[in-house]
Each structure stands twice: as C-alpha cells, then as structure tokens.
C-alpha cells in the first residue's frame, strides 16, 4: 500500500526555522516527481515547490522562493522541505503530495499524505 | 494562471446532478484535473486531464472542457460526495480554484 507520512510540523515563532519530512512506502520513490502543496485553514490549496524524481530539478512559488527549500533523499525514500524566515501567512497544513505523469504525459497529484499542521506564531 | 471556480457553494439533494465549473485565466489546453477534499482529509484526485477518470473513482463523476472552460458533473449524487471539490491547472506552475463547497 502506497503511503505518505509527514513529520516535523509543529509551533514556530515568526522568523523561526523548521524542516518537514515525508517518509514513503509502497512505491518506487525515485520514479516520481513530488510536491508540497499548503492549505491555511478554512482555504484553498496552494502548491509550494517541487522536485524532480532524481532531485537534480526544482521549482517554487513566489509566496516561498528564497525561504524555503525542497530535497530528497531517494535511498532514504525521503523528502524534505526546509522552510526558514517563517511569517504568520506560512501557518498551514502541509501536504507531501505524489505526481504522476499518464501516457501523454499530462501531470496530476495522484496521492497526497495526511498532512501535517505548521503554525508561525509568537 | 488563475483558476475561478463558481459556484463556491452549492446545496443539492441526494440523487441530483451537480455541475461545477472552472475557467482558466488563459489557455491551458486539457491540463486540468479535479480533486474531491471530506473534512479534515487530504485531497483526492478524482479526474485528470479534463476528462480521465482516476482509477476506483465512481463513474457517476465526469469531466469535460478545454482551453479556458472545464467542468466537473456528478451525476446523481450519493452521500459521500458532499464534500469541497478543487480544480487545478497543470499546464504552468500549478494551481488550484478557490473550491466549491457541495453541502446537502
């Protein structure tokens, strides 16, 4: 059975730094590209940042670039998200999301973790 | 690109057909998908690129459009489909319409 499980959320003071993991199983991890995808409660869904399958390729949203930093570690079946300068507008719940690609290579987020709580205050 | 969802609420009945729409500020081709979201649960992709249902999706959700215009129908609503629906557009960095809320 697939599985995405985050960890490391949590209670930061603004400014604050944190790091997020997503642990997988049940699938080749190094096969698929991955993404971060926030949701402030009671909002809508905001994707953050992505990586590529071998890590090498990586994109990120205005509202985060410069702040935060997406990685992995494919032999630990690992991803990370390393977020620094944490204002307010950052608390969310942050969801490890999987991206799959069909066989005319249209792209969508076929399977996304629990979610785990970020809240930036002092 | 922005994605405007309308309605952002609806109210329906058991065995209604439901529409929910999106329209994409530019042209995106068929490079949206459509995600179901319970409370306190993650997302759940139900169709990907305009029209392909996910796998173990019920047929009674369908998609269709192109370019800036995409719809979601579900056609004779069920219990467990009164939820927030998302559509997201991945033909640039993507993103999501603000949801449409479906409540009984």
């Known amino acids: 059975e697939d599985q995405l499980v985050e960890s490391g959320g949590g209670l930061v003071a603004p400014g604050g730094s944190l790091r997020l993991s997503c642990g997988v199983s049940?699938?080749?991890?190094?096969?698929?590209?991955m993404s971060w995808v926030r949701q402030a409660a009671g909002k809508g869904l905001e994707w953050i940042s992505y990586i590529s399958g071998g890590g090498d390729v990586t994109n990120y949203a205005a509202s985060v670039k410069g702040r935060f930093i997406i990685s992995r570690d494919n032999a630990k079946d690992s991803l990370y998200l390393h977020m620094s300068a944490l204002r307010a507008e950052d608390s969310s719940v942050y969801y490890c999301v999987r991206e799959r690609r069909d066989e005319f290579n249209f792209p969508s987020f076929d399977f996304w973790g629990r979610g785990i709580m970020v809240t930036v205050s002092s | 690109i922005q994605m405007t969802q309308s309605p952002p609420s609806l109210s329906a009945s058991i065995g209604d057909r439901v529409i929910i729409t999106c329209r994409a500020s530019?042209?995106?081709?068929?490079?949206v998908n459509w995600y179901q979201q319970t409370v306190g649960k993650a997302p759940r992709l139900l169709i990907y690129a305009s029209s392909t249902l996910q796998t173990g999706v019920p047929s009674r959700f369908s998609g269709s459009g192109s370019g800036t215009d995409f719809t979601l129908t579900i056609s004779s609503l069920q219990p467990e489909d009164f939820a927030t629906y998302f559509c997201?557009?991945?033909?640039?960095?993507?993103?999501f319409g603000q949801g449409t809320r479906l409540e009984i």
């Open positions: 049940g699938f080749a991890f190094s096969e698929f590209e």
């Open positions: 530019q042209r995106v081709g068929s490079y």
């Open positions: 997201q557009q991945s033909y640039g960095d993507p993103t």
